[in-house]
């Protein structure tokens, strides 16, 4: 079983959809955090979070210490949000989920 | 953009040579950490340095990787004797105020023939 565990793996959706993606985590952490991977490799964080909900635009992350998971919600979702979202947890060094492909077709 | 850059953006060698990358984060950035990304999956960790300190290796670190940053600035990765399964992507991330953030680079991709 991996230390980072997402779902779905695949997910696609039509535009203006609401869409949640899953993080479950069995390690300590002392911050998490929400990664967007477009096609050529280039990463860019999202979020990092240790508590709470964090609000950015049409995205949302919330995380529970308690139940090791959380989630990034994209509402009125759009074609340029097609991408793979990775979920990292750690302190200095991170542990990275497998990834979420989404699709977000017009 | 993270004012992370990676040098080279794409690599191809030949099984058995040498390769050598190279990271420069921004002058704030005292952490610096390279990962690997193979197909399909999510990075690994692969090693971390505090200012010019290597802090922590992974045993993904095997003795044909070594990592050096010898200004504390930027940062090389070498490869030597290349073999198929180091075609990866290579990630550069630099750490600065905040403890637990990192800024990724564009990444080097490395295709070994």
């Known amino acids: 079983k991996n230390e980072v565990e997402q779902s779905p793996q695949n997910l696609t959706a039509q535009e203006g959809e609401f869409i949640t993606i899953n993080c479950s985590y069995s390690?300590?952490?002392?911050?998490l955090h929400w990664l967007q991977q477009h096609p050529g490799g280039g990463i860019v964080s999202l979020f990092m979070?240790?508590?709470g909900k964090k609000k950015h635009g049409r995205l949302i992350a919330t995380i529970n210490i308690q139940e090791k998971h959380s989630s990034l919600h994209i509402t009125a979702s759009h074609p340029r949000d097609s991408a793979v979202y990775i979920c990292?947890?750690?302190?200095?060094?991170?542990?990275f989920g497998e990834g979420t492909q989404l699709t977000v077709n017009p | 953009d993270t004012g992370v850059s990676q040098d080279p953006r794409h690599k191809i060698t030949k099984r058995g040579q040498n390769v050598t990358f190279r990271c420069d984060p921004i002058?704030?950035?005292?952490?610096l950490y390279w990962y690997r990304q193979t197909l399909g999956q999510g990075p690994e960790f692969l090693t971390y340095?505090?200012?010019?300190?290597?802090?922590?290796k992974s045993r993904l670190l095997s003795d044909r990787f070594s990592a050096e940053r010898p200004k504390g600035s930027f940062s090389t990765l070498e490869i030597q004797r290349t073999e198929q399964g180091d075609s990866a992507m290579y990630l550069c991330?630099?750490?600065?105020?905040?403890?637990?953030?990192?800024?990724f680079g564009p990444g080097t991709r490395l295709t070994v023939t």
């Open positions: 390690v300590g952490i002392s911050a």
């Open positions: 990292a947890v750690g302190g200095s060094r991170l542990t």
């Open positions: 991330a630099g750490g600065g105020r905040g403890v637990y953030e990192q800024y």
């Open positions: 002058s704030e950035h005292n952490r």
């Open positions: 979070l240790s508590s």
């Open positions: 340095f505090q200012n010019e300190a290597q802090l922590e």
